[in-house]
């Protein structure tokens, strides 16, 4: 196992050099073909990672806690009503003694305005890699798992296919911007067209877009903001629908589910499938809310790519666990 990205904290994917990413996909690949075959890989024995969720998660924490387990270590999970963090201990505090009692440290904190600081407040003072399981402003393991799929289904022929990463209708609650805003920055890094398509109040940060727009100069791909969701289903090969709040333009969470109810027709359905290329692929990072995001016949449809999505979140946090830690 390479040693170079040891103690590297995983923040944000932009924080990784090209070669560095393609290190933990090629590892990725490695670790899933061993997954298949049955293949011994404890590469992290006797190593503990500690996993402090603010937020409820199925794919993060499980594949966190698996994955662990599967490369020989083992995975605290942690939550803050269980810790001394319910009477007032700082996360500060908490993150000095969770990194002298092992080997790496994961947070999901995704408030908005807070989770983001938090963790790169914590990767200064912390001496072992921090590995940021979604926060208010990126979700890097989401987006590594996305990439892989995406190359995985394309096999490797992913320059100059069109992505369109699109809002969704859901006002059962506000979504963190994270996942678009990682998405968008790792497509256009790796060469993708990236259409980003949501109403006018759903803006991502102003600076994610600047990033997105010069990785997309960088890479050759290209990178386009339209609020029309046909539009952006035009002739796309991936299509990557799914709902997020309007913290930039209304952080209050009431007023954001008001703009939400404003666009029912932001679904996507077989319809808008026929209007992306014939060998499209549908994407969603999951929980999906079937009927509002996407219709049963899209997400269980032949399209769609979701439960191989899902599973590589495995093989991917595999990777980058056993890099870093
Ligand atoms: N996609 C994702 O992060 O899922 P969870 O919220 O279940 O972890």
Not at 8 to 18: Q, S, V
Not at 122 to 128: G, H, P, T
Not at 175 to 195: A, C, K, N
């Amino acid at each position: 196992m390479s040693k170079i990205l040891q103690g590297k904290h995983f923040i944000d994917t932009e924080d990784w050099a090209d070669d560095e990413l393609e290190l933990m996909l090629a590892t990725a690949g490695d670790l899933k073909r061993k997954f298949y075959r049955d293949e011994p890989h404890a590469l992290l024995r006797d190593r503990t990672l500690f996993a402090l969720f603010f937020e409820q998660s199925t794919r993060t924490r499980n594949s966190m806690e698996a994955g662990m387990t599967q490369l020989g270590g083992h995975c605290h999970v942690l939550t803050p009503d269980k810790l001394q963090l319910s009477h007032g201990e700082t996360v500060m505090d908490t993150a000095r003694v969770l990194g002298r009692m092992g080997h790496g440290i994961a947070i999901r904190n995704c408030d908005f305005g807070v989770g983001n600081k938090f963790m790169r407040q914590i990767a200064e003072i912390s001496r072992v890699p921090l590995i940021n399981l979604q926060c208010d402003v990126y979700h890097p393991c989401q987006a590594a798992a996305d990439i892989m799929t995406v190359r995985e289904k394309f096999r490797g022929e992913t320059r100059g296919r069109k992505i369109v990463v699109s809002w969704t209708y859901a006002p059962s609650y506000v979504r963190p911007i994270s996942v678009p805003q990682s998405e968008i920055l790792i497509m256009t890094r790796m060469g993708l067209d990236v259409t980003l398509a949501h109403p006018p109040e759903f803006k991502l940060m102003p600076e994610i877009i600047e990033r997105a727009r010069a990785n997309a100069k960088r890479s050759g791909g290209k990178f386009e903001t339209v609020d029309d969701m046909d539009a952006g289903f035009e002739g796309a090969h991936v299509v990557y629908p799914k709902s997020w709040g309007c913290l930039v333009h209304e952080p209050d969470r009431a007023a954001a589910v008001q703009h939400i109810e404003k666009y029912p027709g932001w679904i996507c359905d077989e319809r808008r499938m026929k209007l992306a290329a014939p060998d499209a692929i549908y994407m969603h990072p999951l929980p999906a809310t079937r009927g509002q995001e996407v219709t049963d016949a899209v997400i269980d449809g032949p399209q769609s790519v979701v439960w191989d999505q899902a599973e590589n979140r495995l093989h991917t946090a595999k990777a980058i666990m056993a890099l870093t830690m």
